[in-house]
């Protein structure tokens, strides 16, 4: 299974680094380890900024980058290996592995990072950083740049300028490299192959935790030892909750149910979703709502090609989502008109993707200088229209309340147009039927 290599993050920080002043300084620092309740931990989860740019996977550390003229410097500060706290919390890099395992220029204990750090502050013009990490963040910068102003006799320095470094970060982590791609793929064969698992697995009576857990188990038996969001199984009504993630409730045969779950592949994350019957059959008027949901996607993805800008794919699975409704009775008036108030958000009220890679929401702008961006080989998002209709909205026949459809893939930006990396899992009406059939 391909790996990221040291040299490609050691491209990534030489590429962030043409982008910052020569006379800076980068910060950033992993993220923390997290209590539970009662003395026990949330798995550990790496900030992406941090990993993105070295992959050290421990917590308790800062990496420092100091660009130059011909090449940066990599200081990486992490904990000591310890003997005795390692037989419980399992072994450490510490700053030996820095060097040797990670690259670093140099390295240093955690504990030193007050004396040392401000050392290598000491005439910056500017600080970059995330700006949305926390206050502390901030406060603890501030604590180093008056200990460097200290430690600089000459008194030279002058205060250095405070910078976000996320603008930079994000342009590089929008598009993905070759290796990030094939990581991809895998966390999308792995979510394809839990999506059907699920389909085989369901059947009335059974409880929408239990396909979330066959969902998770198939993704641990890959390698995906982690989901890459709560997954969401939402039955008849629930579907209509775009976030639901209680998954408690019982599978009757007239549901069907709306499963968005993906996995995360060595940090990168797939974001998939399918509706199905849950007997195995979509009734008329179910089958009616979802070919129009498919009919917007494909419409959608039909849209991605490099020079297209962002908003293409959204505004052609409006026009189809709004035109379905119309065709259904459950919008009245003139098409256009209904897309320019936008009369289908009573049905449709979220956007038709998002990027996708290191984070589920991942980072890049939707937008530069106003306008919507043009996509790009290499950038990977996802497309999800949906048709939601509440069981509570007033004079709607029956046979459409508590409809909820959203069909969700995951498409990579390519020289010719697109690809859509989650393509192995079924959506055509009659594929997912055979599917559920057989298995019955």
Known sequence: MPKISKAEFRRRRQLLSKDLSHNAI?????AREMERNGGTNFPFRQNSDFYYLCGFDEPEATLVILPGERQHRFILFCRRRDRNREIWDGIRSGPEGALCDFGADESFPIDLIDEV?????????????????????TKKILHWVKISQQMDFDQSSIKPELCDVKNYLDELRLVKSKVEISLMRT???????????AMRFCEPGKFEYQLQAEI??????????????????????????????????VLTNKDLVLIDAGCEFEHYAADVTR??????????????????????????????????????????A???????LLDLGLLKGVLDDLIKTEAYRDFYM??????????????????????????????????????????????????????GIRIEDDVLVTEQGCEVLTENVPKELDDIEKIMGNHR
């Open 26 to 30: 980068a910060i950033f620092h992993s």
């Open 117 to 137: 750090l401000p050392q290598f502050l000491i005439g910056r013009s500017k600080i970059y950083y995330p700006f949305q990490d926390s206050y502390e963040t």
């Open 187 to 197: 966390a999308a064969k792995i979510t394809a192959s839990a999506h059907i698992r």
């Open 216 to 249: 998770e188990h198939e993704f641990a038996l890959n390698g995906a030892r982690y989901p890459a969001y709560p997954s969401i199984v939402g039955g008849g009504r629930n579907a209509c909750i775009l976030h639901y993630v209680e998954n408690s409730d």
């Open 275 to 316: 509706t199905f019957p849950v007997v195995g059959t979509f009734n008329p008027a179910q089958r009616s709502v979802y070919e129009i949901v498919l009919k917007a996607q494909k419409a959608a993805i039909n849209q991605i090609r490099p020079g297209n800008r962002w908003n293409r794919p959204h505004d052609a």
């Open 318 to 324: 409006v026009r189809v989502i709004t035109k379905g």
């Open 350 to 403: 979220h956007r038709t993707g998002h990027w996708l890679g290191l984070d589920v929401h991942d980072s890049g702008k939707y937008k530069v200088n106003g306008r919507w961006r043009k996509f790009e080989p290499g950038m990977v998002l996802t497309v999800e229209p949906g048709i939601y209709i509440s069981p509570d909205k007033y004079k709607i026949p029956n046979r459409w309340r508590g409809i």
